[in-house]
């Protein structure tokens, strides 16, 4: 069983930034792919970010590409994600998500979810 837990979320204005943790129980954390959702009032959740196990690999949505990023601290079982020039748009709450093997890659098979940690930007 893994236990996700994600924190840094917050108000802020458009063109702020935010980081985002996303703490693991588990010794095997060096062994998970990492992802980064997001789910805005009424819409579908999406596709945010993911870090293959060794950090080695990153994928972004397009809509982030540039502004977000994602990165992991294997020693302290911690996933992040740095958001800079927050828009509007970015409001959501945000979840992490840990891929366990066999990878489903960045998109899918995500085996265990955090409660999420919600981000508001105000105009």
């Known amino acids: 069983q893994v236990q996700l837990v994600e924190s840094g979320g917050g108000s802020v204005q458009a063109g702020g930034s935010l980081r985002l943790s996303c703490a693991a129980s588990?010794?095997?954390?060096?062994?998970?792919?990492m992802g980064w959702f997001r789910q805005a009032p009424g819409k579908e959740r999406e596709f945010v970010a993911h870090?293959?196990?060794?950090?080695?690999?990153?994928n972004y949505a397009g809509s982030v590409k540039g502004r977000f990023t994602i990165s992991r601290d294997n020693a302290k079982t911690t996933a992040y994600l740095q958001m800079n020039n927050l828009k509007p748009e970015d409001t959501a709450v945000y979840y992490c998500a840990a891929d366990l093997p066999p990878y489903g890659g960045p998109g899918g098979g995500y085996d265990y979810w955090g409660q999420g940690t919600q981000v508001t930007v105000s105009s």
């Open positions: 588990g010794r095997t954390f060096s062994r998970y792919a």
């Open positions: 870090i293959s196990w060794s950090g080695g690999s990153t």
